[in-house]
């Protein structure tokens, strides 16, 4: 061998002394394009997307650009199984992240963890994504039903006590997870004093609202609880509204987005009380600069505020990123170390991905539904809720005995 081919051999067994990375690294996005949901999956879509070009502009990830990869589940679990196998054996994706239903969340997730990688879940709250159907490849960013019910719940007991409530309740997993936290935190777990009605999920007709609202109508309660989500609670709020529901009864939702919101309207929206994650007027209000930035660069890039299931997919993102540089690699297994028990803070206070069940634990506010008024003088007529409340994350979370118990109840072990 001369010298010009030993130097070459050389050189190239130097350069096989390092790992290999993709020419880019490719997020798998599983969201609802279409299908009730799709005003979710929209907001989530525009957030990824800015997140992935800011990065881009910023010089990736590990010096390589990343690529957004997307399938449209339309909301079907079945969907979001066989888009989650394309996105993984197919596009090669190091990651899949979306979604706005826990059934689409929790199915996805267990391909992912079949086929080695992370599942972030986004807009997804049964208790059961990180709960009893929980596992290592699975973090969730969104609080689930017991957190947001466990604010709610500190909230209604002091303002309302002793009321009579009434649950109108859609008929799957998230529904009944939700309704069931939200009776443990308000006392009223007494079916017969504070009954309830289930909607069908996911094809519910007006009539199904009607017959449900009908029962609340006359059973005299007090606090009308909706818990239902996407296009159906927008329904079912315009139903109770022409009913003349909100006249006799105090509305209130598990959880509320500001498309959820714009879609039913200003006025219905009024004095309705929820929870939230996040909302765009929230950093203004309690003064988080990153999450003022966010929130001008989505509206000067899109014309729309952004929601907080749009600073759920923008933050998975970031996060995704801040994971694989602290690893160095985009590995699964040491991903999931990195990020198991890290604390950060982005778009709002500090939050933290909890390592035993990996369950974003963040502050979860307490919003009523401003004037009308208030409403329309915003220019984009998106300033629908005011802070009337708050819960810690560690303080509105299940604790390990408590999740543990969620485990064993399911037949799982007590680790993911």
């Known amino acids: 061998m001369n010298k010009k081919a030993t130097v070459f051999a050389g050189f190239l067994i130097f350069l096989c002394s390092f790992p290999v990375l993709a020419d880019t690294i490719k997020l798998g996005f599983n969201y609802p394009e279409s299908g009730r949901y799709k005003d979710l999956g929209l907001q989530q879509r525009l957030a990824a997307f800015l997140a992935v070009e800011e990065i881009n502009n910023a010089g990736g990830i590990l010096g390589k650009n990343v690529e957004l990869v997307i399938r449209n589940t339309a909301g079907s679990p079945e969907r979001g199984v066989t888009n989650t196998e394309e996105l993984i054996k197919q596009?090669?994706?190091?990651?899949?992240?979306?979604?706005?239903?826990?059934?689409?969340?929790?199915?996805?997730?267990?391909?992912a963890k079949k086929l080695g990688r992370l599942y972030f879940g986004t807009t997804t709250s049964a208790n059961a994504t990180t709960g009893s159907e929980g596992h290592d490849h699975m973090f969730r960013e969104y609080p689930n039903a017991w957190m947001t019910a466990n604010a709610l719940g500190s909230y209604l007991t002091s303002t309302f006590d002793d009321a009579k409530y009434f649950y109108v309740t859609a008929d799957y997993t998230w529904g009944w997870s939700s309704e069931a936290s939200i009776r443990k935190f308000t006392n009223t777990s007494d079916t017969e004093t504070h009954p309830h009605a289930l909607t069908p999920f996911p094809r519910a007709f007006i009539k199904d609202f009607k017959k449900a609202l009908t029962e609340a109508d006359a059973s005299g309660a007090d606090v009308l609880i909706l818990v239902l989500y996407g296009d159906d609670l927008v329904r079912a709020l315009k139903v109770a509204y022409e009913m003349g529901l909100k006249d006799k009864m105090k509305i209130v939702l598990p959880n509320i987005t500001l498309g959820i919101a714009q879609n039913a309207g200003a006025t219905i929206m009024e004095d309705v009380i929820s929870t939230t994650p996040w909302e765009?007027?929230?950093?203004?209000?309690?003064?988080?600069?990153?999450g003022q930035e966010f929130a001008e660069a989505f509206t000067e890039k899109y014309g729309v505020r952004p929601t907080s299931t749009a600073a759920?997919?923008?933050?998975?993102?970031y996060q995704y990123k801040d994971a694989v540089e602290r690893a160095g690699t985009t590995k699964t297994q040491e991903l999931i170390k990195a990020l198991e028990g890290h604390e950060f803070t982005l778009l709002k206070d500090t939050q933290q991905w909890r390592a035993f069940d990996h369950q974003n634990l963040q502050t979860v506010y307490v919003v009523r539904g401003k004037k009308r008024d208030q409403v329309v003088n915003d220019p984009l007529r998106s300033d629908f809720f005011e802070v009337i409340g708050s819960l810690e994350g560690d303080k509105?979370?299940?604790?390990?005995?408590?999740?543990?118990?969620e485990r064993t109840g399911a037949n799982k072990p007590p680790h993911l």
């Open 312 to 317: 759920t997919a923008y933050g998975i993102v």
């Open 280 to 290: 765009w007027m929230i950093p203004y209000q309690l003064g988080f600069v990153r």
């Open 396 to 405: 509105a979370a299940q604790t390990l005995t408590e999740w543990q118990a």
């Open 91 to 111: 596009e090669k994706a190091d990651m899949i992240f979306g979604g706005a239903s826990s059934a689409v969340t929790i199915a996805s997730g267990k391909v």
